[in-house]
T-cell receptor, first 113, second 115 residues
């Protein structure tokens, strides 16, 4: 079956540090890939997505590139802020068939001054 | 504003009681989903529905039931058969057009605590 593996957290960084959160997937075929963000006590918000190999998703300074050869979709940001503190989820889905999402376990990011 | 609403935000129930969680969307989306979130386990799919009057089991459907009588509503009932119902429940919706625009939009969640 399909699965998503994320690096475990929490990840603690100082403000303006570089962020990488690793995400790899196992799937039959070529899924769409997503990063969702969850702020404390809230639902999930889509951060960025990529629908085919070599696509780069970007939003709010975050980027992730769909790497078919390494089945990866690592999340990066050049300079994190305290307001980026949240839980980040990597996920995949296939077009059609209900568009069901398969999530990783989430990575908590804490950014300190 | 278009979006997904879930109510209530916090819900407390005694063990052995059924409880129904509300989910409403005004995005005109065909597909709706229920997920359960537990610490350290990410989100797991309970049920989903691609069209009115039809729904399918997800990965952890045991002890739950749903209905989809209206396009905008997808209530989830947590029955007494669910062995560990205390969790954060998230509802989502999406266009299910078979194309590449398969983003899911999430509600704010309901935290259920069974005492």
């Amino acid at each position: 079956g399909n699965s998503v593996t994320q690096m475990e957290g929490p990840v603690t960084l100082s403000e303006e540090a570089f962020l990488t959160i690793n995400c790899t997937y196992t799937a039959t075929g070529y899924p769409s890939l997503f990063w969702y963000v969850q702020y404390p006590g809230e639902g999930l918000q889509l951060l960025l997505k990529a629908t085919k190999a070599d696509d780069k998703g970007s939003n709010k300074g975050f980027e992730a590139t769909y790497r078919k050869e390494t089945t990866s979709f690592h999340l990066e940001k050049g300079s994190v802020q305290v307001s980026d503190s949240a839980v980040y989820f990597c996920a995949l889905s296939f077009t059609g068939g209900g568009n069901k999402l398969t999530f990783g376990t989430g990575t908590q990011l804490k950014v300190e001054l | 504003d278009g979006g997904i609403t879930q109510s209530p935000k916090y819900l407390f129930r005694k063990e052995g009681q059924n409880v129904t969680l509300s989910c409403e969307q005004n995005l005109n989306h065909d597909a709706m989903y229920w997920y359960r979130q537990d610490p350290g386990q990410g989100l797991r799919l309970i049920y989903y529905s691609q069209i009115v009057n039809d729904f399918q089991k997800g990965d952890i459907a045991e002890g739950y039931s749903v209905s989809r009588e209206k396009k905008e509503s997808f209530p989830l009932t947590v029955t007494s058969a669910q062995k560990n119902p205390t969790a954060f429940y998230l509802c989502a919706s999406s266009d299910d057009l078979g194309g590449m625009n398969n983003e899911q939009f999430f509600g704010p969640g309901t935290r259920l605590t069974v005492l």
